[in-house]
């Protein structure tokens, strides 16, 4: 019976979790993928591409200060951000089809929060050793030789971390001259900060949150039962085949022999033989740890696999289940997969019919129209023209309207003005129509305005509108 005075917590403490060390082809498959994503990481900023001498020569940079995001040949401006949210959505459905078909493939193999996860355990093991030897150091005394193995252990985490917020920043502008400017404590101190958050973050949920973090910060366990059903091919436990379990000698019928391997090896420090569970993340670490010990005893493999819970009933009758292909391929995933499909091509598609050139424009509204001293109707436009050229181009303007009207730039007599490469010039332009016309006297008189690249023929065009005396009636 409890104190009145001490009633029980409603909280449990958090119990650390010390995976084993565990060798198959899903573990190989990790390290490779791991290798792969932090390699991307690290060095992609250290990419140099020649785009011409008036633009940065980093392969993937975003420079918020031009207002472009260059990748590789691509070059996007701000006006066309359109591409970024078109590859936001291709992610998220990306995200919905490999949930559908294949479970939490993205949190077990490519997720942020599992890479640097799996490198900080990895650092763990080497220095402090595999699970029984954490396990006992967790519960040893703070002696000299658990404060020099937790001290390089927290002091190996922290360069990564360093290293990761840094890597960061250097997407952001020249990694070369950004990487002296740090070192010299030149850099802005929008950089250190940066750099300093990511550092904690990276410190904190790689190595003392890990689990948390899935568990309870990240939204997706929450939803990943809507993408979900009885077709999707996920990690689960053949209880038909492993129950009742024992030890080998006990004379059980079933394969499992409950050794507890399964749950050794789990970063999640969940037992897959109880089901679905919510924190699984289908890193099929259980998986290697169950077929070497199914080896071991002589048994098939497979009592942990990769597995859909709709072949359960052809299983336990002794049938096959169904090829992995049906599984996959079922309206769900052909659905998304369109989808997907349907907004990559249309990005595509768009990247490739995309002007060089470009104009907008702004009608300036104070005053609406002037009256000249010959009786002319005079109305002004701020047009912003953009070169996207890597070279100096001389764009022609016109303008083409049902009515007779004049166009003249502010500033010259010409009807050409130069826009340097690689940005936009606001060029005033003025538009007349003499006393008497219609477009004069009228309210409103529908235009277009042109503008042509004098040496690659480009066109671009805006439509706008010329106010008369009629417009203030």
């Known amino acids: 019976m409890n104190d009145a005075n001490n009633p029980p917590s409603l909280y449990a403490a958090q119990e650390p979790i010390f995976p084993r060390r565990v060798s198959g082809f899903f573990r190989t498959f990790k390290w490779w ?20 001498p008036n633009l940065p020569d980093q392969a993937v940079l975003v420079d918020l200060a031009g207002r472009r995001f260059y990748f590789f040949w691509i070059e996007i401006w701000p006006h066309e951000f359109y591409f970024v949210a078109g590859l936001l959505i291709m992610a998220g459905l990306g995200l919905f089809l490999f949930t559908s078909a294949l479970g939490r493939v993205w949190c077990g193999y490519a997720c942020p929060q599992t890479v640097w996860t799996d490198l900080f355990i990895l650092v763990e093991r080497w220095i402090e050793g595999d699970r029984n030897a954490r396990v006992r150091l967790w519960k040893a005394k703070w002696d000299f030789k658990k404060w020099r193995l937790r001290i390089t252990k927290w002091t190996v985490w922290l360069l990564i971390a360093i290293a990761t917020g840094g890597a960061w920043v250097f997407y952001f502008t020249d990694a070369p001259r ?6 010299t404590l030149n850099a802005h101190p929008v950089a250190y900060a940066t750099i300093g958050v990511l550092t904690a973050t990276t410190f904190i949920f790689g190595g003392f949150m890990r689990e948390q973090v899935c568990i309870y910060m990240c939204p997706w366990p929450r939803i990943q039962g809507a993408m979900m059903d009885e077709d999707t091919i996920t990690v689960g436990y053949r209880e038909w085949r492993g129950e009742p379990r024992g030890k080998k000698h006990e004379g059980t019928t079933g394969d499992c022999i409950d050794c507890m391997a399964c749950v050794n090896v789990c970063p999640m420090g969940i037992d897959i033989r109880d089901g679905q569970q919510m924190e699984c993340i289908t890193c099929a670490l259980c998986i290697d740890a169950c077929d070497d010990v199914m080896e071991k005893i002589g048994k098939p493999r497979g009592l942990i696999d990769y597995l859909a819970l709709s072949d359960e009933p052809l299983e336990r009758s002794g049938g096959k289940a169904k090829p992995i292909w049906k599984h996959i391929l079922r309206p769900r995933t052909l659905v998304y997969t369109f989808l997907w499909s349907l907004i990559g091509f249309g990005l595509i598609f768009a990247l490739f019919i995309r002007s060089e050139i470009d104009m907008t424009v702004s009608p300036v509204r104070n005053p609406t129209f002037v009256t000249m001293s010959d009786g002319s109707i005079r109305n002004a436009y701020d047009i912003r023209l ?83 005396t009629g417009a203030d009636q």
Do not use: C
């Not at 900023?45 to 020649?50: F, H, L, Q, S, T």
């Not at 950004?178 to 070192?183: E, I, P, Q, S, T």
């Open 33 to 52: 993928i791991m290798a792969v994503t932090l390699g991307i990481y690290y060095l992609t900023p250290w990419i140099r591409w020649d785009r011409g």
């Open 178 to 183: 950004l990487a002296v400017d740090l070192f």
């Open 386 to 468: 953009l070169n996207k050229h890597a070279d100096d181009r001389e764009f022609h303007m016109s303008l083409t309207s049902e009515e007779l009207l004049r166009i003249n730039l502010e500033g010259t007599d010409d009807v050409t003005v130069v826009v340097p490469a690689n940005e936009t010039k606001l060029q005033r332009v003025y538009v007349t129509a003499r006393r008497g016309d219609p477009a004069a006297t009228a309210g409103r008189t529908e235009l277009r305005f042109w503008v042509e690249d004098l040496i690659s023929g480009e066109r671009a065009y805006t439509n706008s509108i010329f106010n008369g």
